[in-house]
Each structure stands twice: as structure tokens, then as C-alpha cells.
């Protein structure tokens, strides 16, 4: 089977880079409210990526994360 939905755990706080690149069956990723980063590439290449949900404290999306 192939993954399409993830949930990122509580104790991260950064998606570092390249982290989802070229996972291309994720459908929906939820990010918790500890994550404040996101560096650059981490969805690279995720084209069937619809839903995602950003936390409230998050202070950094860098360039080129959400590449295709």
C-alpha cells in the first residue's frame, strides 16, 4: 500500500530539507503545532498533495519548499 496521509509527532519542530521529497501519493499531511520551520524542498515533488494544515506558530517556509 501506499502512504497518503501523514501526521508528524508532537516532538518535531522542523521539517528539514527534502524530508517528503518525491512522495508522490501523500494526499494530506498534518503538521502539529510544535513545527516552526519548514526548509526549503521538504514537499518537493508531492503532486498529489491537497490538504495541508500549517500550524499557528510556524515562523519559516522557505524558498522551494513546495517545488514541482
Do not use: G, W
Amino acid at each position: 500500500h501506499q502512504i497518503q496521509s501523514i501526521s508528524i509527532p508532537s516532538q518535531v519542530t522542523v521539517i528539514e530539507r527534502y524530508t517528503f521529497y518525491y512522495c508522490i501519493n501523500i494526499k494530506v499531511l498534518n503538521l502539529t503545532d510544535s513545527i516552526t520551520s519548514i526548509e526549503e524542498y521538504a514537499f518537493d515533488s508531492c503532486m498529489s498533495l491537497v490538504e495541508l494544515k500549517l500550524p499557528a506558530k510556524i515562523t519559516t517556509i522557505n524558498e522551494n519548499t513546495f517545488n514541482y
